[in-house]
């Protein structure tokens, strides 16, 4: 699919999210983030678990509302659309494939139901034609007309997340936030996702922001990488050359730890470890945030946030001493 570079498709601007926790402390899961996504792009978004991925994805979509920043979707302004007939429009182009395949469907309806809802609700489809629909739908990520009357529990990890990316695509959209679709699933399964996610992008002309743990996934799907660290994005490149020469500290810490699978080549590894634990979203430290687990960290780091400027064509980091 070719990639449209002339103008993004999603474009965020210092996006925070503050979580309130007690009259005294606040959780600052998502901190000054600023990001594009172009057309028929698929932008992995990595990190360790609790670094905002998920919270990022979740306010892009307006579950959660920004404490700061903009959001556009295509060169609109919807981080402050109040009409609902705005954020209808804007629910039927920007969708979410969730995590957990086991909590995100109603146990209480029908495979024609779960993915039927979309449909009946923005494109209002005469009851003769919704059947036709789904069916056409449930074929498109591998199920049948036999699963269209069964319930959820009926189901297996793979299959019901199937069902939530049918429900997804239901509505007809443009950008898909998929948050880490796979890591529910068993690896047997993992794949084929991937590999129907793939497929899917090209027949429907679809953008993913892909949220993932496995960066051996993400180098596999993703156009472009953005690396998060507590809240915060510490490094953006093109798949090929980030994971090349990842010029951030905890970027090349973490893709390190990909195992290889040939055992002559694994032998010559050499893994980065990290030291200590990840500081708290609730109090965290006011220069870089990695400094304190940083071998490279020196007493700029302890006492400046670096910003995120671009190194070399299309790769940018946020760190004062970047790998050269």
Known sequence: MTLDRKEPLLKVEGLSKHFKISSTETLKAVENVSFEVYKG??????????????TLGRCLLRLYE???????????????????????????????IFQNPYASLNPRMTVKEIVGEGIKLHQK??????????????????MN?????????????????RIGIARALS???????????????????????????????????????????????????SDRVIVMY???IVEIGETEELYAHPRHPYT???????????????????????????????????ACRFAERCHKA??????????????????CVACHFPNE
Request: contains cysteine; hydrophobic residues 35%.
């Open 41 to 54: 792009e698929v932008v992995g978004v990595v990190g360790e678990s609790g670094c905002g991925k998920s």
């Open 66 to 96: 920004p404490t700061a920043g903009t959001i556009y979707y295509n060169g609109a302004d919807i981080s402050r659309i109040k009409s609902k007939t705005e954020k209808r429009e804007f629910c039927k182009n920007v969708q979410m």
């Open 125 to 142: 489809c005469p009851a003769k034609e919704l059947d036709l629909k789904v069916l056409e739908l449930l074929k498109k990520v591998g």
């Open 145 to 161: 007309k036999d699963h269209m009357s069964r319930f959820s529990h009926e189901f297996s990890g793979g299959q019901k997340q």
């Open 171 to 221: 509505v007809g959209p443009k950008l898909i936030v998929c948050d880490e679709p796979i890591s529910a699933l068993d690896v047997s399964i993992q794949a084929q996702v991937i590999n129907m996610l793939k497929k899917l992008q090209e027949e429907m002309e679809l953008t993913y922001l892909f949220v993932a743990h496995d960066l051996s996934v993400v180098k596999y799907i």
């Open 230 to 232: 507590l809240g915060m």
């Open 252 to 286: 090349e810490a973490m893709l390190s730890a990909i195992p290889i699978a040939d055992p002559a080549k694994s032998r010559n590894q050499k893994s980065i470890p990290i030291k200590g634990e990840v500081p708290s979203p609730i109090n965290p430290p006011q």
């Open 298 to 315: 020196q007493e700029i780091c302890f006492k400046k946030i670096p910003e995120l400027v671009e190194s070399t064509k299309g790769h």
